[in-house]
């Protein structure tokens, strides 16, 4: 997706990024990995809690696909996940400012942010889709004349700015936001994720909403400062092993009843 853009967190300055490059690596026997020592222990994680079923909060509890799926990963390297919430459009900011060790917002890898960060491994695919109210545009061709109601930083907007002949684009701080406005009227179709949009259908099934085209597909990672070679090499060490034994699918059919890795 999305997501797409910057995600969560207050300004909790987290000094894991210091401290990884600064201490050497150690071996994990669970992934054979290559480990960042950290003296406190610790993965600092950036995140916007907005977006189910990947990244969001059940009361206070933070949880959904990415949540678990890091939650993972620092377990397999010993470290203990200390989550900072940040919104979407700050976290890769927050990223290069040492204020996280990775950023988990289901981030689009794109060549422009890879100008900016690194990734890990794709977690999972995904591409942008079109979501409209019952005999609502469903194609790009569609969209022609059209208000379209996106989250802002996204990589949906940056797509649609290449749709020719919309009448406008709305753009709104999140997901949910957009998916009020689509519901509400004031927009005609609403540009997302396809698993946002399927979340949406089926949590709103009276609206009976559509799922449309595909405008793109996407390959979705966790974002690591640029350079940051120790923590990107441990974090895909760890990947592996999840995608490799079975950990992975298991988690994927617990959201999705599918699995929805990059293949």
Known sequence: ?????????????????????????????????????LTAGQLTIGT???????????????????????NEVARRLHLKPVWVYQPFDNLLIGLSQRRFDVVVGSHGITAERLKAVDFALP??????????????????????????????GTTYYQ?????????????????PQALQHLL????DAFVTDRFVALG???????AKLQVGSMLFQEQI???VRKGNTRVTAAVNSALKGILSDGTYANLSHKYFKTDIRCK
Do not use: H, W
């Open 184 to 187: 509400s009227g004031r927009s």
């Open 221 to 223: 990672g966790f974002a």
């Open 48 to 70: 916007d809690p907005t977006y189910a079923p990947f990244i969001f909060t059940q009361g206070k509890v933070l949880t959904g696909f990415e949540v678990e799926l890091m």
């Open 123 to 152: 977690d999972y695919c995904s591409g942008g889709v079109i979501l409209s109210r019952p005999g609502g545009p469903s194609s790009p061709a569609d969209l022609k004349g059209k208000v379209v109601a996106v989250q802002v």
């Open 1 to 37: 997706m999305k997501r797409k853009n910057q995600s969560v967190f207050n300004r909790i300055v987290g000094r894991c990024a210091l401290t990884l490059l600064a201490c050497s690596a150690l071996a994990t026997a669970q992934t054979a990995a290559t480990t960042p020592t």
């Open 159 to 175: 797509r649609l700015r290449q749709v020719p002949g919309l009448q406008s684009i709305k753009t709104l701080p999140g997901d």
């Open 200 to 206: 949406a259908q089926m949590k709103f099934s009276g």
